[in-house]
């Protein structure tokens, strides 16, 4: 085990540090090691600290990890040292949110439509992008906006817009803040076919379902969504991450209690939406486990 592990998380005001600080006092308690959690630049970033070394272990989206390893946009390159501990550690989860009388039944449905895609520069708006051009149309076929979300789900109530889409951890508050309205609103569900199609072609994605008791929906609804994930660097001791892996996740409800977004981590779906290669170390805990097959 060495003497020092670092774990890279992001800024001290979101999700990624308090987890991160969490993950660092399990090993610390519970290996021969001292671990710190380290403010960094974020997801994106935290690829290339992984990369080159700087880092450990750090925390990302499915989504960057795919993007990282394979050279994608933002990377000019790929990165190639970047492994998967686990994943699900939150959710991010493609919400689109309708009244309960809206026409709007499937994805297709929202070309020509008035559609809030949540701030600029948020998750939203790329995944978004990628679903609607597999549904067959753009985010140029949609009259679109990008405002918050709870400033989204005020015109939604206000007949001012007729969708807006919602990438984030369940309950979301804005869709909460529409449910304490009382007017009955309905969330898109996905069919199977569809999301197949969209976890092959992508394979950060995952499905889950969203039960009416969430919100108090109209209707439950099954739909995509991608986890944020550990990664790990290449090099590190198959054994020590094997160690790690199992430390982390035998402690689990430690980390849960660290955030409300990773209130959800669960064993059973640290493998699911996973877009690159495990670390051989935590493949043989997952697969010990019976979560990889």
Not at 41 to 53: D, K, M, S, Y
Not at 197 to 216: C, M, N, R
Not at 242 to 251: E, S
Request: hydrophobic share 45%; net charge negative; no cysteine.
């Amino acid at each position: 085990m060495p003497q020092f592990l670092t774990i890279g998380t992001a800024g001290s005001g979101g999700a990624y540090y308090p987890i991160g600080i969490a993950m660092a006092q399990i090993l610390t308690d519970h290996l021969n090691t001292q671990a710190t959690a380290q403010v960094t630049g974020g997801a994106v970033e935290n690829i290339r600290l992984v990369e080159e070394g700087s880092v450990e272990m750090a925390i990302t989206q499915a989504r960057t990890a795919f993007a990282g390893y394979n050279g994608g946009s933002p990377y000019t390159q790929p990165h190639r040292k970047v492994r998967a501990m686990f994943a699900n550690l939150s959710q991010g989860i493609f919400q689109v949110v309708v009244m309960a009388d809206s026409p709007i039944r499937t994805l297709a449905d929202l070309k020509g439509k008035r559609v809030v895609m949540g701030p600029a520069g948020g998750a939203a708006i790329d995944i978004g992008r990628e679903l609607f051009e597999l549904a067959g149309f753009t985010l140029e076929d949609v009259r679109a906006t990008y405002v918050s979300y709870d400033e989204g789900i005020s015109q939604l109530k206000d007949g001012a817009v007729d969708a807006v889409i919602v990438q984030a951890a369940m309950p979301s508050p804005a869709i909460q803040q529409l449910a304490a309205s009382r007017q009955s609103f309905r969330l898109l569900s996905l069919d199977d076919a569809f999301m197949d199609e969209a976890i092959a072609k992508y394979p950060y994605y995952s499905k889950v379902h969203i039960p009416t008791d969430v919100y108090g929906a109209a209707e439950p609804a099954t739909t995509l969504m991608v986890s944020n994930m550990v990664i790990v660097g290449a090099d590190l001791d198959d054994d020590v991450v094997y160690t790690i892996t199992k430390t982390l996740l035998d402690n689990i409800e430690a980390i849960r209690e660290s955030h409300p977004a990773a209130r959800d981590l669960t064993l059973e779906g640290a493998a699911a939406g996973v877009p690159i290669p495990f670390h051989p170390g935590a493949e043989r805990y997952l697969r010990e486990k019976g979560v990889l097959q």
